[in-house]
């Protein structure tokens, strides 16, 4: 996976607005997505996954796209609330594998 | 369900010293991982265990680190010698083999060696 660097992109967006988090990787026989969000001091949390053999995939607020000819996952957050202030990471596995591999983070700041 | 358990939070030792991290993974999981995260290289996988058997520990930095996980319940990290530049967050994961659900991270132990 890619390393984080000393610089973590940033997000800023105003509360109430939506949010686009995008992310590529770079293996072709990734199945399996992962986002998740790291608060200050905290482990990362699952937020929502997709398989390969979807496209689009929504949960409360969240939604994930996915497009595998380009190799590109994103993150949608609807109505940003100051709450979800973090750090967001895609992670992503292979076909009968059991280890992530973590994206570059993004730092999503909200402005109250 | 009280999560992935790591101990301690913190610690700060000094170089030379041997440092011990522990994990209790979430119960039913079969399936733990040792990761390490740095500002500078980001969130890394150490090694990762499934059904206690220690699958693949290519990430391990060096002979100083070691694990083990002698039961389902629990498993340790190890650095012997520490070093300053092993300081960083180091977390634990568990998951279920369908990998359906995910993975549960621990809260992390940050570990700093002066």
């Known amino acids: 996976g890619e390393s984080v660097g000393l610089h973590l992109p940033t997000l800023s967006v105003q509360e109430g607005d939506n949010s686009i988090i995008n992310c590529a990787y770079s293996?072709?026989?990734?199945?399996?997505f992962i986002w998740y969000k790291q608060e200050s001091g905290k482990g990362p949390q699952f937020i929502i996954d997709i398989r390969s053999n979807m496209d689009k995939r929504q949960g409360q607020r969240v939604t994930v796209l996915l497009n595998k000819t380009v190799k590109h996952l994103s993150l949608q957050i609807a109505a940003t609330q100051p709450g979800d202030s973090a750090v967001y990471f895609c992670?992503?596995?292979?076909?009968?594998?059991?280890?992530?591999?973590f994206g570059k983070g993004t730092k999503l700041s909200v402005i109250p | 369900d009280a999560g992935v358990i790591q101990s301690p939070r913190h610690e700060v030792t000094e170089m030379g010293q041997e440092v011990t991290l522990r994990c209790k993974p979430i119960?039913?999981?079969?399936?733990l991982f040792w990761y390490r995260q740095t500002m500078m290289r980001g969130l890394e996988l150490l090694i990762y265990?499934?059904?206690?058997?220690?699958?693949?520990d290519s990430g391990m930095p060096e002979d100083r680190f070691s694990a083990k996980m002698p039961n389902a319940s629990f498993s340790t990290l190890k650095i012997q010698p520490s070093e300053p530049r092993d300081s960083a967050v180091y977390f634990c994961?568990?998951?279920?083999?369908?990998?359906?659900?995910?993975?549960?991270f621990g809260s992390g132990t940050r570990l700093t060696v002066v």
């Open positions: 119960s039913g999981h079969n399936s």
């Open positions: 992670a992503s596995t292979g076909a009968g594998s059991y280890q992530l591999t």
């Open positions: 293996n072709s026989a990734s199945d399996y």
């Open positions: 994961a568990s998951s279920l083999a369908d990998r359906g659900h995910g993975y549960t």
């Open positions: 265990f499934n059904n206690n058997v220690p699958i693949d």
